[in-house]
């Protein structure tokens, strides 16, 4: 006989059936009400965040092409005020070899006056009177003594200026470099983007660094050394214009006398040409000794560098073996034998590069000396050139004035001297 199944466990109505519907229903629309809130707000916050980074990002890179701008704008004020003080420098230096030949020039006319002196003190009887020539004699002696002095007092001036207008520049040149790196530095800010790939979390960003200055300190900073250099230069325009004008006084009023006898000037020569050409030869022996050497420091060089790559194979070799698996792991011959050339090439190595230090330390020691050589044989062809002149201007008892008064071109900061008669045709020596 059939019987009817039913399913265990408990049953609901049907109004609970309605009522979970109608809870599940309203579960569903309160949490898409919540989703869609929750939308809203995310979309609201994405515009403003989105918004606000953008125009974050545009007043920056506004302030950072303004700041470049700002920067370049002083960069180029003191490439010219550099300019400027490059070509005042070169001006005075220019000038002040000028009072320098001019004072050397000094020293030959005082010569000349104590030589003529001299002589004349040899006179004898009768002879020996106080004639207006001695009386002149005298006369230029004094002249030329406070000439002398004023232009060495000119000279000491100018050296003095000249190291204002190089402190000057320094701070000009120091300032112009620490632009131009700002410069770069905010060039490759204002480049970067999202998409560059050298962009990254950095550890505290927002520090103050030391040393941070505000604005109006930069401004003033770059302004005093601008004024700085311009009063520095208006110094030296000034004490440019007084060395030329007292060069030009001084000459006017100093005649030149013949010189010491030609029996001085060629012993002198002879004893100066005698020197120069021991030091001539001792410069050529000093110079084949330098080339052997360097030649030599060139071979150990080498020689260092292969047993240095010789060492780094033995390293690698040791290294290598020292993968070997188990038992393989063998202090064998060859273990033995690498470790003994490590130790070999290490004290080859030392002694290598103690030698090249001793070489190195022979070859500055070389060049020192042929320095001092080459600086000597500069002073003696120098010695030689004045001597040259002398016994030609010994021929006249006049030295033009324009020969010693420069050229100059006050407004562009340009000299231009003209050669004497005397200095053209005379032989350059080395």
């Known amino acids: 006989m059939a019987t009817l199944s039913v399913k265990p466990g408990q049953r609901f109505s049907v109004p609970d059936w309605h009522t979970s519907s109608h809870f599940i229903s309203a579960d569903a629309e309160n949490t898409r009400s919540a989703s869609h809130q929750v939308r809203q707000e995310a979309r609201a916050l994405r515009n403003e965040t989105n918004n606000q980074a953008k125009w974050d990002e545009h007043d920056n890179r506004t302030r950072l092409a303004d700041r470049i701008s700002s920067v370049n704008r002083w960069k180029e004020t003191l490439d010219k005020c550099l300019a400027d003080t490059d070509a005042e420098i070169e001006a005075l230096s220019k000038v002040k070899e000028a009072a320098e030949r001019a004072l050397q020039a000094k020293n030959l006319r005082l010569d000349v006056s104590i030589e003529c002196l001299t002589l004349r003190e040899s006179r004898r009887a009768i002879d020996v009177v106080r004639d207006p020539v001695e009386e002149e004699l005298h006369r230029e002696v004094k ?109 006017n009023e100093l005649e030149a006398q013949r010189v010491a006898t030609e029996f001085a000037f060629r012993k002198r020569i002879r004893d100066m040409e005698r020197a120069y050409g021991e030091l001539k030869w001792q410069e050529q022996n000093t110079m084949e000794e330098i080339a052997e050497m360097e030649e030599d420091i060139r071979r150990l060089e ?129």
């Open 302 to 430: 080498e020689d260092l560098r292969r047993k240095v790559q010789d060492l780094k194979v033995a390293h690698t070799r040791l290294e290598t073996r020292t993968q070997r698996p188990w038992a393989d792991l063998c202090r064998d011959q060859v273990q033995f034998g690498l470790t003994d050339e490590v130790h070999q090439l290490e004290g080859t190595i030392r002694a290598l590069r103690q030698k090249l230090a001793e070489s190195q330390d022979a070859l500055n020691a070389l060049q020192r000396q042929l320095h001092r050589i080459q600086t000597d044989i500069g002073y003696k062809a120098n010695s030689l050139m004045l001597d040259n002149k002398c016994m030609d201007s010994r021929k006249k008892l006049v030295i033009p004035v324009e020969n010693f008064v420069p050229d100059l071109d006050t407004f562009n900061r340009t000299m231009n001297r003209v050669p004497s008669p005397l200095e053209k045709g005379q032989p350059e020596l080395a």
């Open 143 to 251: 002249v030329i003594e406070k000439a002398k002095k004023e232009l060495q007092q000119k000279v000491h001036e100018a050296f003095e200026q000249l190291c204002l207008l190089q402190e000057a520049r320094q701070q000009l040149s120091w300032d112009h470099r620490c632009k131009t790196e700002a410069l770069e530095i905010d060039n490759v800010c204002l480049s970067l983007n999202v998409n560059c790939p050298n962009i990254s979390f950095k550890v505290n960003p927002t520090r103050v660094p030391n040393g941070s200055t505000t604005p109006e300190e930069w401004q003033q900073n770059s302004q005093f050394n601008k004024d700085r250099a311009e009063a520095e230069m208006k110094a030296s325009t000034e004490l440019r214009e007084a060395i030329v004008l007292l060069i030009a006084q001084t000459n």
